[in-house]
């Protein structure tokens, strides 16, 4: 099983400095590179800045300057949001300045708060179906003289410009929560990213067992399965407790912003008092040590061998939890020096 990083500027206080959440991103992506890791993944959101990521690629264009050896990946493009066109010819000439380390991944996106902004009326259904006609779409125009009448996006004949230096292009990865997603990737020769937020083990070897069923129905190519979850490798037991209630606090924000109901100012959402994060329904710092991967070393060990034995080729550390920078740092330099020889 590889490990990567995945990444985002995370904001829940107007204190907080963009330009140094930049700066600090930057650094945590280069302990990734420096320290052996496969893969740095960031994202796309807009008119948030709960998690800035206005354009993955460009993030990803300036660590290739800034690092040696990892993998740059999106996780995830938000597909409602680009043109086939726009997208293949943006992620080739990504490709090319990266040097061919450019991995694509692609989302219908999650939040309604990005979709009243950026395309009023789009539901999910609608989103999932654009996803589907953007990818294959990719491929042929990478290859090029494309021509598509779809329901969605029709254009004559086109060559993406430029074209991508790996060979077919990037590899494509599609995240995926139902069976028709996962089917649609596999189909498609995509890998699959997964992403358990809330039910811990039981979701984890759901999602993988939902892949499994769709390689097993059909002749296509296994492609690879990448699990992202919120990762704290911490020193101590009483630093571990600290860390569980850190991303409680950052879970009832990325809920509320989910349910879409809170007032916004300046791109920030209304502060959630303690007693609002003490009564939501099954978020709880207890919540977080059993479903999240929070632990000393050893503990971090014994639950990633086990996703390593379900099948997972690929877990992707997600460091973003609202704490600080110095505690981020520590706990992925632990992750690297501590967890990661285990796997080698």
Known sequence: MKFSLFAHMERISADDCQKQLYDEFIQLCQIADEGGMHAVWTGEHHGMNFTIAPNPLLNLVDLARRTRNVRLGTGTVIAPFWHPIRLAGEAA?????????????????????????????????????????????????????????????????????????????????????????????????????????WKGEPEVRHLIDTFDAACAGTEAPRPKIMLLMHTYVAEDGADAAVAADELNRFYNYFGAWFMNKREVKQGLIETLSDEDIKAHPFYSADAMMRDLVIGDADAVIKRLKVYEGMGYDEYSFWIDSGMSFERKKASLQRFISDVMPAFQ
Not at 119 to 135: C, F, K, N, S, T
Not at 154 to 174: C, R
Request: contains cysteine.
């Open 93 to 197: 000439m990504a490709d090319i300045i990266t040097e061919g380390r450019l991995e694509l991944g692609i989302a219908r996106g999650a939040y309604t708060y990005e979709y009243e902004r950026m395309m009023p009326g789009l539901d999910a259904w609608e989103a999932g179906q654009r996803m589907r006609e953007l990818v294959p779409a990719l491929r042929a125009l990478w290859k090029g003289d494309y021509a598509q009448e779809g329901q969605f996006y029709s254009f004559p004949e086109t060559t993406s410009a430029p074209q991508p230096l790996q060979e077919n292009g990037p590899p494509l990865w599609v995240a995926a929560r139902d069976p028709n997603s996962f089917e649609f990737a596999v189909k498609h020769g995509c890998n699959v990213q997964v992403t358990p937020l």
